[in-house]
């Protein structure tokens, strides 16, 4: 990569508790110690600790995401759900939409994108992740899948707003295994050409299974603008080997 602002989106998923509070401390440490260089970590914890996190964070240069909203802008009769506003109300800056995991519970591209609306509404930047499962793969249809997905999610919004697009190939995510390089350059390069035609101001990241030992390859794909990393950052020393790694 080159000298430009590097992401590195940590998504907890379901783990983490209020001992977590004092985790992260060593990533708020590391991040005040290497204030020189341009990067921005962005916890994404379960919403039990979204506040908690948000609070922590707030004299520092780290910031949060939540990893879903309901698509519903007004509050309202759904129950176990939070809106945009919630989230924007507790000092949260991003919100992850369209992850695979959710995605595998049946949200749809259109759902997707009425989440993606409302969440700009509230001022959120959006992280919206796409990519491909095995079975995609292998019936090589990546390519009308990603633009598909592209297409329906970022419908109807301003060409102006600033989005993450985390392409994160499903197969990758929780298996230990990546793209090649070739392969990763070839779907990035895909990705922008698609979502260039939608938005002017946007990042790309990849995601799946990140970790410190296959940064340094990842990190050759100059394309990139940081990482959408699960299950390795839920550990202080992963997540800072990983950011130190990408500097080198
Ligand atoms: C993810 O949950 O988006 C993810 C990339 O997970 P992992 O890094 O564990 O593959």
Known sequence: MTNKIRYFIANWKMYGDLSSLKSIQKVIKFSRLNSTKKFRIIYCPPYTLLGDFSRVVKKTSLETGAQNIHANFDFGANTGFVNSKMIKNLGVKYVILGHSEN?????????????????????LTVILCIGETITQKKNKKTKTILKKQIEVCLKGINKK?????????VWSIGTGIIPTNIELKKNLQFIKSIVSKKIKNYKILYGGSVNPNNIKKLNEIDLLDGFLIGGASQSSKKLIDIITKTFK
């Open 161 to 169: 707003k600033r989005v993450i697009i985390a392409y994160e190939p």
């Open 103 to 123: 995605r595998a519970l049946g949200e749809d591209n259109k759902h997707i994108n009425n989440k993606i609306l409302s969440a700009i509404k509230s001022k």
